[in-house]
């Protein structure tokens, strides 16, 4: 065991080290014996149906790991292709075979978004082009000095990251101040501008590329029934598989968003700033989000379900809702810079949160993952507040803004109360012997959408050069990254950022294949010599 | 969610909101309806809710069926006929070609 | 648009690879993780020797000079890796799904030799295939019209021979077995200085060697991994 | 420690050397070659679509050279290997041909390629036999296409109101025409047959256009944002017209609004010309003869009566003035003067920002129209009805012209009949055949008309470049040391008649002194037009100190909003400078606000004078008028396109025999493979039996 552990803390290990990692905390997770694990689910299943978000995802795990079970079995197993073992067998097999299945469940949706993101970058110019710009970036790099563009997206970035700064302190203080309310109404409101502005959008961008005629009624019939199955399946319920969809092509389209309308270096800088604010919030003693995170923890809160990503094991990868809210934003006050700078707080927000919300689970029980949403959501609500400010819109509109969000705090406590008794049933069905492991199980690791949109608005700048060797390469940096992390956060148990890591290598990657890779091997493929 | 799962009221109650959803001008929800309760409603021993989960699913599929071949025809009819019906086709339309009638 | 030229190529060149990670890799986590892990060497080893080549400004047009390193570089990394993936085996124990992946070592080599073998394929191939899906094709001012099935193939055999190399390599190295690392380091060395000749279309000849040792090492890697002429009979008379 | 120095070393080492050593050549760059050139493209009236287009992704066609007609026969049976892309040279560039093309379809001809070779050639004019046909009088006897006696532009094959379905591209430069002979002849022009079984060079060539059908509907669309971000179908041919009078008009006191009503008592002559020219490619075509010598001629007479007319006090009608207008965008359907004749009738000329007085119908004594002046020899005085306006003026007109005291000798019939020329007096015809309008044009003798050929070669154009001061008036013996024969002594002399005239017609009397027009400011003026923007006369009416003009001739197509309106810019300069007086009391720092103006003078020290020049829109009034009539025909409607790029780069176009078998291959290695090693995964225990059996993994 302390062995693996060291093995995996020598951490440039890329795979093996990490498999061990994983292999030490799967021996701490094994205890449970799945039935038991299994009726949990069931339990909580049947506890909340409101909000099955979050309980749904394990149960739904066991179904789909045993699915894609056999085909492994018949790929080593000799078994013949198609037969596998009955889903029993699976619970056989112990918790921690999760370590490693779990990472892919994390590459998929990962990669999936990414590829999204790239396909759309590579077929529709639009949003390869960045004519318009954010509001938060007042300095659009025009010049054709490089010192002068490099301080330009320097001053872009501190501009940006001195707004998530803000947001994130004006989050505790509201934080400290329970209204759910309001995130949960802008929430709503947010992804429904999300999935229909910017899906919107999208569609025309696409149908202009292709340059192929479309009528109203077609179209509008299309975007309604998209955007309201997707609401239906983010914040009421429906299929998983659906909801996974529709959240990571919500993730790709923000990163579009942040490809199309932050200029060139501006776009890099904002990356490797956000990655090592990422490290802040969360590492120091008096992170932000740390702070956010013990509080939540005092409080001992239940999850906000919507927009969280559930992948089909068991564990649930927790989605941040705000990166639907921020790209729902620019619908709102109709001004698309705010709203992307809006994103990027937000979205900041999500991947710290992110790796919190492990941290906490890890660490503590159930309750940390609980609270994590609830920041989440004060700093939407304060975000949009401070946001108006900062887009500096009319007076007027900044007032309706705030008594929207009284409306909202009145409603609170209705819910809130719901909230809690809910929480306490969870708990109560969840409890039973081994509540520890449990809890565990379910909380796993999560992955804010934040991180989605950051990892993919990464691989999709690198893919608008051209060159493909350097989008693969980023791709393969950023796996390994995540990897890692997932790595450490096994061997250290403590609440790590998901963003560094892999930002950090897939910016070495990019630039350095780009640089120097690219003429290397492009000699060689020009005299077709193979190393 | 994991449908699944869930207890049979409580898969009824989500199929027949689903259904009478899809009125909304909503194939997609059918659609999704169909192919979520499917299993439910024909592969599961039976279950006393089952025959209505079936009800609805048969009735969502259906009209999924009938929103495909309506939409299709009228895009057939529309892209065939789009040059011939001139200006009103153009305010009809969200996205004009360019460089053709 | 050439986009049947485009396809055939992907085809020859990943279609092979894709079949082994379909049957062999894609439904075991732990197999995909390691193939990734392997492809990230390779681009360190990769990223080392390009930066020496791009260091040496007077040899950069002396191709020989950098391919000679990467090939260093690229089995002095296929060793680290064998000795991470080594030092690590427990761990895998552990987290292993199927147990087979850890009791038997070549299941390790032969993953991560896929995972080198399909990131150099990728890397040497990818823009290629992108400049393919144009209207046109090579051979306006340079080259012929079979500088993309070649390139394919090359590929190909490359994507192979790093399979096999790999299996060889790790086992060679757990039974000290110095020949055979003699042989990998050496026929990598000589089969990517010798696809400097098709820099004048000597297409036969360079393909035709590659894809004899691409043989001769497939069947050492073979008997390796213990398959013998007896079980290979066996195998093919379906007993 | 020294280590980390030797890093560093490496480090900077390879910044310094940065990636400018290192760029590799991707294959695309071995695999593509681009051509410049032009591209026709597309432009619409209120019915028709005329011009180019290549498809969305850009026309791909074997590359096919055309030496003979009878090399075209190849292409049009059912060639082995189409689309082609036949090179053709001007003089095979004729109706006949281009519609042979066009009945071979699409599917045959992908592209046509316009390669500039004009040995052979006799005549190059794809403007109809009667241009701007439909909006000139509706007469019979004004032109008649069958019959090239009385047609305007007997050479015309009217290919420029053609839809082509194919983008033709003009290659001018000699070098790229040798790459794709190359080409040709390396990789297509043996055994024909065997096109479709080897790899031939094809060219492709991106020139998509975003209107269609007819400016109506492209308007239409424009107008109507039917999505989030609307899109841009077609703009209006829009220009400036140019107008300048010989003596300043005093500022209207009244405010802007009140000017409506304050209409002037001034009399004017109109002397007009039209400021552009017209061609099938995008930025190519001087038309020198058709329009050019007509405006150099206006330029003259504007500077010659400048220098030449007493102060207006002392005419014996002070009232009397003379109005230069240069209309714009004349080509198509006389853009520019249907405008200003719209205006005009409206009170709205000249527009209240320029704060002078209206100018009424009633205002205007007589308009002398100076139409093509293709041959000099044989200028003929038109009119619609003989009046005797007309018979004085042609008196005049002769009797300046073939005084012995001028040495002149010209003779200038004329017309008066319904046979007009189609030059802007049209227009105001057309409002009202009773206008008095005079219209001097030659006999058609420019086998160029409207086309890229149009050019100095054509009006036979050698620069004096005499570095004179062309400002001054020489004698009439001076010439400067132009041959008598040489376009700039042609100019001097029909501008000096026409000048005398209006003199005369002006004071009352007969001029009687020797100077005349410069043939140096002619000289410079074609220089400045057909060789090089970067000329003297232009940095004389310029600024000072102020960019110069490129090193190529200004554009003359009036072009679209926003476009560059050169022509017309330079023509204001020009016209403001030769027609301003000089003001040599104020300083350099009071000379700023109009109508004061700086000029750089010819010698570049820099004058202030005062200008009477201005601008006037010329936009056609069809796009004022709300829901107009597009079938009409009483404005004109054209628009043009929009479209993203010109590009053509010719590459190697592999046979469908090798996709197919690339292709098939690659399906086959697929299969295969994945056959192979599902078989030896799902029996790998047998294959490698003396390990455990999960060695069942190693290959499967």
Known sequence: MDGHVNASSSSRSGAGADGSGLSGAAE?????????????????????????????????????????????????????????????????????????????????????????????????????????????????ELSPEPSVKFWNALANSLILMSVVVVMTILLIVLYKKRCYRIIHGWLIL????????????????????????????????????????????????????????????????????????????????????????????????????????????????????????????????????????????????????????????????????????????????????????????RDDSNVMAAEAEAAGFTQEWSDNLNDRVARRQIEVQSTQSGNAQR?????????????????????????????????????????????????????????????????????????????????????????????????FMENLSAKQVFI | MDFSKAPNPRKLQLCRTYFYAGFALLPFVWAINVCWCFEEAFRKPPFPEQSQIKRFVIYSAVGTLLWIVALIAWIIIFQTNRTAWGATADYMSFMIPLGSA | MTLPEFFGCTFIAFGPPFALFVFTIANDPLRIIILIAAAFFWLLSLLLSSLLWFAMI????????????????????????????????????????????????????????LGFGIISGMFALVNVLADMSGPGTMGLQSGTELFFVTSAAQALSIILLHTFWSVIFFNACDTNNYLHIAYVVGSHLFVSLLTLLNASELYTATLLTNYIITILTGLLAFRVAGGTSRSFKKFVTCQ | MEKRVHAAAIWLLMLLHGAAFAQGERTRDKMYQPIVGAGCFRRLNGTHQTGCSSTHAGSVGVLHLINVEADLEFLLASPPSPPYAPMIPPHLFTRRNLLRLIEAGPSNISVVLLINKPEKMKQFSHELNCPNQYSSLNNSETCDASNPATSWNPWGTGLLHEDFPFPIYYIADTEEISKLEKCFLKFNNFNYETHALRSLCAIEVKSFMSAAVSSEVCIRRTRFINNLSGSKYCDPLEGRNVYATVYPRNVSSVEAEETEL???????????????????????????MDSLVGLSILTQVAHLLRELLPPQSSLPDNRRNVLFVTFNGESYDYIGSQRFVYDVERFAFPKSSARRNLITFDNIEFMLDIGTLDDIANIKLHALSGTPLAQKLLQQLNNYAQSPRYGFNLNIQSEMSYHIPPTSAQSFLRRDPKFPALILNAKPANKYYHSIYDDADNVVFNY?????????????????????????MKVRNVSSIVAMALYETLTGKEYTGSK??????????????????????????????????????????????????????????VLGYLLSQKQPKIPKDNCTILPLHYFAGFNGVGECRLTTQNYSSALSPAFLIDDYDWRSGNYSTWTESTWSLFSARIFLRPSNVHQVTTLSVGIVVLIVSFCVVYIISSRSEVLFEDLPASNAALFG
């Open chain 1, 423 to 519: 929480s306490n049933e969870y708990r109560t069905v969840t409890a039973p012997d081994q509540a520890p492991a449990d809890a565990q199980e379910e909380r796993g690791i999560k992955l804010g959408l934040g991180d989605f949109i950051f990892y993919s608005v990464l691989v999709g700048k690198a893919s608008s050069y051209g060159d493909w060797t350097t989008t693969i390469a980023c791709f393969v940096a950023i796996l390994i990254g995540l990897c890692l992390t997932l790595l450490l956060l096994a061997v250290w148990r403590k609440a790590l950022p998901a963003l560094p890591i892999s930002i950090t290598f897939g910016l070495i990657f990019c630039f350095a294949t780009s640089a120097v890779v690219k003429p």
């Open chain 4, 464 to 488: 004096g470049n005499t570095s004179q001061d062309f400002t001054l008036l020489p004698d009439v013996g001076d010439t400067k040391n132009f041959k008598a024969d040489s376009l700039q």
């Open chain 3, 58 to 113: 007077p040899l950069r047009d002396v191709l020989a000079f950098g391919v000679f390193f990467s090939v260093v570089f690229q089995e002095c990394f296929r060793y680290i890796i064998y000795r991470i993936l080594r030092s690590t085996e427990q761990g895998l124990q552990a987290v292993a799904e199927d147990t087979r992946v850890t009791d038997n070592k070549h299941i390790l080599s032969y993953v991560s030799g």
């Open chain 4, 262 to 288: 304050a209409i002037t008592s001034e009399k004017f002559i109109l002397v007009t010309c039209r400021l552009d020219t017209a061609s099938m490619f995008d930025g190519v075509g001087l038309g020198a």
């Open chain 1, 28 to 140: 701490r997770l094994e205890r449970p014996p799945k039935r038991t694990q299994q009726r949990g689910n069931y339990g909580s299943n049947n506890q909340d149906q409101t909000d099955a978000a979050v309980l749904a995802v394990p149960s739904v795990a066991v179904r789909g790991s045993s699915a894609s079970r056999p085909s492994r079995l018949s790929g080593g197993g000799g078994g013949g292709g198609g037969a596998g073992p009955p889903p029993n067998e699976t619970e056989e097999d112990q918790g921690l075979k999760y370590g490693a299945q779990h990472v892919i469940k994390l590459f998929v949706p990962v990669s999936l978004c990414m590829l999204l993101v790239v396909a759309t970058i590579n077929s529709i110019s639009f949003y390869s082009s960045t004519d318009v710009y954010l509001l938060y970036t007042p300095f659009h």
């Open chain 1, 190 to 377: 947010s992804s429904f501008m999300l999935l229909f502005i910017f899906t919107y959008l999208y569609l025309e961008e696409l149908l202009r590329a292709y340059n192929v005629p479309m009528d109203y009624p077609t179209a509008l019939l299309f975007m309604w029934n998209f955007g309201v199955a997707g609401m239906m399946s983010i914040h009421w319920q429906g299929p998983l598989r659906l909801q996974q969809g529709y959240l990571i092509f919500v993730a790709a389209l923000m990163a579009l968003v942040f490809i199309k309308y932050l200029p060139e270096w501006t776009a890099w800088a904002v990356l490797a700033a956000i990655s090592i604010w990422d490290l802040i919030a969360v590492l120091t003693p008096r992170g932000p989000l740390r702070i956010l995170v013990e509080t939540a923890q005092e409080r001992n809160e239940q999850i906000f379900p919507a927009l969280i990503y559930s992948s089909t094991v068991i564990y649930t990868l927790m989605g941040t809702h705000y990166t639907p809210q921020q790209s729902a934003e620019p619908a709102v006050t109709s001004s698309p810079s705010s709203s992307n700078s809006t994103t990027t707080t937000r979205a900041t927000q999500n991947s710290l949160a992110s790796p919190e919300a492990a941290v906490a689970s890890s660490s503590s029980r159930s309750g940390n993952t609980r609270t994590h949403p609830h920041q989440n959501q």
């Open chain 4, 516 to 573: 005349v027009a410069n043939p140096v400011l002619a000289d410079e003026f074609f220089y400045c037009f057909l060789l090089s923007a970067d000329c003297p006369l232009f940095k004389a009416a310029s600024y000072p100190g102020s960019p110069k003009g490129l090193p190529m001739p200004p554009m003359r197509y009036v072009s679209v909003l926003g476009g560059p309106q050169e022509s017309s810019g330079w023509t204001y300069r």
